[in-house]
């Protein structure tokens, strides 16, 4: 099975769903709001842009409401990481190469990079290379583990 994606239909769809039980006090036709939300976090979650588009399918949204539109970003953030938490436990994903292997990578070309950091709950592993933009432990790129083109050295037991 794939990497889930961090919007995709299943992830938007039941933010919407999570949503709506936090907009309750709204007052509104749940359906009709949980359609609109989902329009809306599929374009964009940025704050005045859910307003808009929630406006735009008939909704009154005044100050308070919009103030209660600012989690959105955030909501649908911690559902996509709760998916992929689980997906990484549903396929039994283990990360083998320890910190300070040396690997390639899709996406960072022509670089040796180190692992500096393991994130074992989302498959991933934070990345450092020479040149790059932050200072060796101050700062790192994390890459899927799917996303390892090779192991140069690894400190594996």
């Given amino acids: 099975m794939n990497r889930p994606k961090a919007y995709s239909t299943e992830i938007i769809t039941e933010a919407a769903k999570e949503y709506v039980k936090k907009l309750e006090h709204w007052n509104e036709d749940e359906d009709r709001l949980e359609e609109s939300l989902i329009g809306a976090f599929n374009s964009d979650l940025d704050t005045f842009a859910i307003a808009k588009r929630l406006d735009y399918d008939g909704f009154d949204i005044d100050e308070q409401k919009y103030d209660d539109l600012s989690e959105a970003y955030h909501i649908v953030n911690e559902i996509a990481k709760r998916v992929l938490k689980q997906w990484v436990i549903d396929e039994g994903i283990k990360l083998e190469l320890p910190i300070g292997s040396i690997i390639t990578a899709k996406n960072i ?47 594996a037991l």
């Fill in 109 to 155: 070309e022509n670089k040796e990079c180190e692992i500096v950091k393991v994130y074992p709950e989302t498959a991933e592993y934070g990345v450092w290379w020479e040149g790059h933009r932050a200072v060796k432990g101050k700062g790192h790129r994390i890459i899927k583990c799917e996303d390892v083109t090779s192991v140069l050295v690894s400190n």
